[in-house]
Every structure is written in C-alpha cells, then in structure tokens.
C-alpha cells in the first residue's frame, strides 16, 4: 500500500515533466508538394514521357516487322525464314533489355533526388524541432489517428520552399 500511494504521489507531483512534446510528418506530401519535390517530379516525368516515346515508336517498328515476316512465311524458305525470325527475337530482347534499363535509370534518378531532398530537409527538421521544443517527431505513417495540430507537415514544407527551390540535375 505504501508503494502504491508513492507512485501515486510521484505521478502528480511531476506531471508536467513526465510530457514530451510530440508532432508527425508526412513526409510523403512534402516530396510531392514542396517546390523542389514538384521540381524533381516535373524533371521525372519529362524523361519518362521521352522515353515512352521512344520506345513506342521502337516497339511500333517491331510489330510492323513481325507482320512483314509473316506475310512473307509463304513466299521465303524455311532456313531463311527462321533466322529472319531469330534475329526479330533478338531485336526484341535487346528493345526489352534497353526499356527496362531505362526504367531502372530512372528509378534510381529518383531515389537519388530523393534522398538529396532529404538530406537538405534533415538539418530543416532539427531546427524546427530545437526552436518549437519538439521532443519525437514520427513520419505520419505509422500513425492511425492524431491530432490535426500535431501535424507540422506545412510548416516544414514552408521551411523547405524558403531555403531550397531546386536540384541541379
């Protein structure tokens, strides 16, 4: 009983200590909708448009040589036929291997501008956390509910608008 009406006491005696201060981030929206983020999406998808062009145009050149082979299937020899359909195999492995070489360039242009932005966002961050005496700032995903003042996603991304506008590519 002793030890009960001590914890008891303890917790009202201290209580405004025991509190940190806690705000979320969602880090997500900041990518997307900050200055530099829509810079870097723009960029992005500037070259993903380039080279879904492209490569529809190569694959459109492709279809018309499958078509071109099969209509002339009667009129060419066996042996002939078969290596011109050989090398169409080929031409197409290396139109599959050069698309998704691209997809991977531009996958990690991606993470590479992301991680710069979160690399100039990190030093933004701690200083907002230092002078609002923020004690955990946690990443909006993995909260399921909070309250919407804890939320200091706009006040970063205002941060962030003020000291970066853009990457050098």
């Known amino acids: ?33 900050s200055d530099v983020g829509k810079f870097v999406n723009l960029h992005i998808e500037k070259i993903k448009k380039e080279n879904y062009s492209k490569y529809k145009q190569q694959e459109n050149k492709l279809i018309e040589k499958e078509q071109l082979l099969i209509s002339q299937k009667n009129i060419l020899n066996e042996i002939e036929f078969k290596k011109k359909i050989l090398a169409l195999n080929e031409e197409v492995k290396k139109y599959r ?21 979160l690399k100039s966002l990190n030093p933004i961050i701690a200083k907002y956390v230092d002078l609002n005496s923020i004690s955990i700032v946690i990443p909006k995903k993995n909260i399921i509910v909070g309250k ?9 991304i205002m941060l962030l608008n003020d000291n970066i506008k853009k990457i050098n590519f």
């Open 1 to 33: 009983m002793k030890k009960f009406l001590f914890y008891f006491l303890l917790l009202f005696i201290f209580p405004l200590n025991t509190f940190a201060k806690i705000a979320y981030i969602d880090l997500n929206f900041i990518l997307n909708n």
């Open 97 to 117: 291997t050069d698309k998704k070489d691209s997809i991977d360039r531009i996958n990690k242009i991606k993470i590479d501008y992301t991680k710069e932005i």
């Open 148 to 156: 919407k003042n804890l939320d200091i996603t706009d006040q970063i």
